[in-house]
């Protein structure tokens, strides 16, 4: 157990929280030897040793004062280059780059393999609540059946300002974007995006099995009208922006983005704010309920941290599940019961539905809830897009699951 | 990673999980190759090969054949026999004994080092929910502040049905232990001791501090009135089981189990029924909630499986906060504010409170609201046994607390 000493990439809110938390844990054993970033000289709410700072990648890689690449910058592509050229060094990282890993994780898995360094992400999952881990080696087993949670604190909270403070949509975000929840430019949050890149580093420690993004059906908030929201009220549930991966055989899987209607004796009913929430269920033990901040400053930097000491102790992911004999595959072939609400758009025209349930036609807006398969949600994705439609699940259990 | 062969002690509720747990687990590369139990003849629920029995604690502990002690009995005596001559051994152990484990953590720490044998028991605190494992390695750090929750489900499932379903007590307590929850002799749930063992070893892992069962307060639910109950509903709290343990200066922490008021905006509010709901507190990511079945065969047992996969991988508690340099000890000297309800004793004559601020005489009962200090309750907490008296917490920072 030698000290850690740490390059650190990225000195935004993230990074700062970092450079608090490691003085803070006095028995950590871990020192920030380096910090890189594009501009020294930018005003930062907290202040580090200027002799700290670098604008050279090289600096850090080449010093053989550093045994851990910290990488927290926003920069997907950035962060790819950076994290990569560390492994390919031989120096393990810590990385917070949920977008970055979504995309790149099977190489970077291979890397870890390869190159014997480990790579670890708890903070890019649902900031302080240990998720990540907690799939990895408590859930150490094939009786996991379902992760289901709100993995977004900006669009969770923009939704409980609509439903518990019936505020507007749009006072909502913009309060969000005011508090720091919610980023300038919103659609990664609140388009389920950052759900999304989440649902796919948790899927691969649930069930073993990557699954590019691009494959994962995701449909977000922003078309989201009032009369959603009286719609949900009068039927006595909230509507949350849900993510959700789910063995629905021994053999097959399915995953998915989507706003859902929750009723109260949910868990994630009471999931409020800019608070994360994550259901675990599995087969002997029910439902587990993890509940904390998701992000923020500090939330993320305590979890960076975690991920820092089990580096003291050389921890590193196995992917034990990826290499299971019996592992279930994806699917898009379930239906699911969906809610689409929509006016101008000839929305019968664009989604085939299994079967239709309840039709409404209004002055306001029109409904249609039916049973639709969740590939024809898939290859009509890019139909709905920019279209004044809201779309959400309303949970069944799955009309087609093989037993 | 070889093959993990179990040798099993008990197969009570517990062991019959495991079994079942076991053989649902595919990839689990684990399989029971002996069962000791007291009466291979005894009917049971759930039938296992008659060809595993055993009557012989040497027949399992000298073979060759297996590789993991697996211990779930109910006797704490027999528990401590088995776990210790199997570490002896070199066996490693996963046991789920809370009253064993708080009694002789000390010595089965120190046979942990000097034999290098691996003791794991995760199930032994709150059953599926991972909270050992996370203290230990998730929250490896010194920012952690508190641990606080409704450990015990038995006593929780009483408190829930004489608040929410307005049952009497002995009515509760009946149906708890017709459902199974709370055992024959119901005293160990309900007067705290359940929840006292599992915060000896919550404390171990949160802290790195050991802290003897007879050191801390303990007090139970037997004494509850329905004056107690009304009184609570009228000021709109729950009355709840809780068991904490909370660093109050960076010296000093300090630990409990008794009744306490808890107000809507808590966490373990909404811990209903047979639940178990923990809260971690840190200096930086706030609060983390975890939820989940503390107890039961199939849960219980899952958490098992979870320390028996940690053993395919060599996994081990390191009591790494045990080596901190700056480590908090534990103080009594801390001062409460709490509730007191009493008739026919003469309560001021046994409890000194450093200051009153309610006092109310009544036709029914009296109580008292006042400031306290833990170490005249510690002292006085013979002097209330077997007394018409129900005391319970009404959380405050506390009052002198050095920071």
Redesign the interface.
Request: aromatic content about 16%; overall charge negative.
């Given at each position: 157990m030698s000290k850690i000493k740490i390059g650190l990439f990225g000195f935004g809110v993230v990074g700062q929280?970092i450079y608090?938390?490691v003085r803070?844990?006095?028995?950590?054993n871990a020192e920030i030897v380096k910090i890189c970033v594009r501009d020294p000289e930018k005003p930062r709410k907290i202040q580090a040793d200027k002799r700290l700072f670098t604008t050279s990648v090289e600096e850090i890689l080449d010093s053989p004062n550093i045994n851990l690449v910290v990488e927290v910058i926003n920069d997907p592509d950035a962060a790819y280059d950076i994290v990569k050229r560390s492994m390919l060094r031989g120096i393990p990282v810590v990385s917070g780059s949920k977008t970055m890993l979504a995309r790149h994780l099977p190489e970077l898995i291979e890397l870890q393999k390869t190159r014997h360094v480990a790579l670890l992400y708890?903070a890019s999952s649902c900031?302080?609540?240990?998720v990540i881990?907690?799939l990895e080696?408590?859930?150490?087993?094939?009786?996991l059946l379902e992760v289901k949670g709100i993995l977004n604190g900006s669009s969770n909270y923009i939704l409980s300002r609509v439903f518990d403070h019936a505020e507007p949509y749009a006072d909502a975000l913009a309060q969000a974007q005011a508090l720091g929840f919610a980023e300038s430019d919103p659609s990664f949050d609140i388009e389920g995006y950052d759900s999304l890149f989440k649902l796919v580093i948790i899927t691969v420690h649930a069930l073993g099995t990557y699954v590019a993004p691009e494959r994962i059906f995701t449909y977000g908030i922003s078309t989201i009208h009032d009369s959603d929201i009286r719609y949900a009220r009068e039927k006595g549930v909230k509507i949350k922006l849900v993510a959700q991966v789910v063995k629905v055989s021994d053999e097959h899987f399915t995953m998915f983005v989507m706003p859902e209607f929750v009723t109260p004796d949910k868990?994630i009913y009471?999931v409020d704010d800019e608070y994360n929430g994550v259901v675990i269920r599995?087969?002997?033990?029910?439902?587990?309920?993890?509940?904390?901040?998701g992000a923020g400053s500090?939330?993320t930097?305590?979890?960076i941290?975690?991920d820092i000491?089990?580096r003291l102790?050389d921890?590193r992911y196995?992917y034990?599940?990826m290499n299971?004999?019996?592992k279930p595959g994806y699917t898009t072939d379930i239906t699911l019961k969906v809610y689409v609400r929509y006016k101008e758009t000839d929305i019968h025209n664009i989604l085939h539905f299994d079967k239709i349930r309840e039709q409404y036609i209004g002055e306001e807006s029109n409904y249609v809830i039916g049973d639709i398969l969740l590939s024809e949600l898939m290859d009509k994705r890019s139909q709905l897009s920019g279209r004044d439609v809201f779309l959400a699940n309303i949970p069944i259990f799955f009309l087609n699951r093989d037993r």
């Open positions: 929280g608090e938390v803070k844990a006095k028995n950590a708890d900031g302080s609540i240990p881990r907690n080696e408590y859930y150490d087993n094939d009786l868990y009471s599995g087969e002997c033990y029910d439902r587990q309920f993890m509940f904390g901040k500090l939330p930097a305590s979890s941290l975690s000491m089990a102790h921890y196995e034990k599940k299971y004999v019996q």
